[in-house]
C-alpha cells in the first residue's frame, strides 16, 4: 500500500510541474525511474509513455483556458513526430555523452534568453507569430525527445516564445498539446523496441494526471514574468543534472 502512495505522490509532483511549465516531466520521470531500478533505456521508453498521461491531462486543460494556439502546434507537429521516432530508434546507435554536453549548452542559453526578456513589457496576447521557425522548432524538440527521452515541451516552450514569438502562456499550453502527439510517436518507437514497462506507467498514471491538471490550472494563474524566471531555472538545473 505504501509503495502505491509513493508512486501517486511522485507523479503528483511531476505532473504537477508539467502542467505548470507546458512540460512533459522526462526530465524528472527518468532519473526517479532509473532510481526505481530500470535500465536507462527502458526509463527513457516508460517514461515517454508517461508523458502521454500526463500531458493529455493539461493539454485539456489549457484547451479549456483558451491559451492554445492549435494552427501552431499542427505545423510543429507535422515536423515533431517523424524527428521523434528517428530520435528513439537511434538512441541505439548514438553516443549519448557529447549530445547530453551540446544539449546542456542550448539549455543555458535558452534559460539566458528567457532572463534577459523576463524583465520586458510583453503583451500577454498574441500579435504576431513567426510561422517560418516552426518547422526549426518542430524537429529539433522531436528529435530531443525521442532520443534522450525528455518532453519536448523543455524546448517548445522557449523556442516558441523566443523564435515563433508566442506569449508564454500560450507557449505553455500550446507545448502541451503539442507534446502529446511527439510523445505518443516516439513512445510507440520505444514501445516496439521492447523499450516500455506499461505496469510501471500505470501505477504513475493517476498522480501524473491529478498533477498536471492542477498545475495546468495554476499556470493560468501566475504572472508571465515569474513563469520565465521559474522556467528559466528549471532549464538550469536540467543543464547541470545531463552533464553530471
Do not use: W
Not at 24 to 39: D, E, K, Q, R
Not at 43 to 69: D, N, P, Q, W, Y
Not at 170 to 190: D, K, L, N, P, R
Request: with cysteine; hydrophobic share 55%.
Amino acid at each position: 500500500m505504501l509503495s502505491y502512495l509513493i508512486d501517486f505522490m511522485l507523479g503528483v509532483g511531476i505532473g504537477l510541474i508539467a502542467g505548470l511549465f507546458g512540460v512533459g516531466g522526462g526530465f524528472l520521470i527518468v532519473p526517479a525511474l532509473t532510481f526505481m531500478g530500470l535500465p536507462i533505456h527502458l526509463a527513457i521508453g516508460t517514461s515517454l509513455a508517461c508523458i502521454v498521461m500526463s500531458s493529455f491531462a493539461s493539454a485539456f486543460t489549457h484547451l479549456r483556458e483558451g491559451k492554445v494556439l492549435l494552427r501552431v502546434a499542427a505545423l510543429k507537429e507535422l515536423f515533431s513526430v517523424p524527428a521523434a521516432i528517428s530520435g528513439a530508434y537511434l538512441t541505439i546507435f548514438i553516443n549519448e555523452t557529447v549530445l547530453r554536453a551540446i544539449f546542456s549548452g542550448l539549455l543555458v542559453y535558452l534559460a539566458y534568453e528567457l532572463l534577459k526578456t523576463s524583465g520586458e513589457e510583453c503583451s500577454p496576447e498574441v500579435s504576431s507569430i513567426n510561422y517560418r521557425n516552426i518547422p526549426v522548432v518542430g524537429l529539433f524538440a522531436g528529435f530531443i525527445s525521442g532520443l534522450l527521452g525528455i518532453s519536448g515541451g523543455i524546448l517548445n516552450v522557449p523556442l516558441f516564445h523566443t523564435m515563433v514569438g508566442v506569449p508564454v502562456k500560450y507557449a505553455i499550453g500550446t507545448s502541451s498539446v503539442a507534446i502529446f502527439f511527439t510523445a505518443f510517436a516516439a513512445a510507440y518507437e520505444h514501445y516496439t523496441l521492447g523499450q516500455v514497462s506499461l505496469r510501471t506507467a500505470l501505477l504513475l498514471a493517476p498522480g501524473l494526471i491529478v498533477g498536471a491538471y492542477a498545475g495546468a490550472r495554476l499556470a493560468h494563474r501566475v504572472q508571465p514574468k515569474k513563469l520565465k524566471l521559474g522556467f528559466a531555472g528549471i532549464l538550469i538545473l536540467i543543464a547541470v543534472k545531463m552533464v553530471i
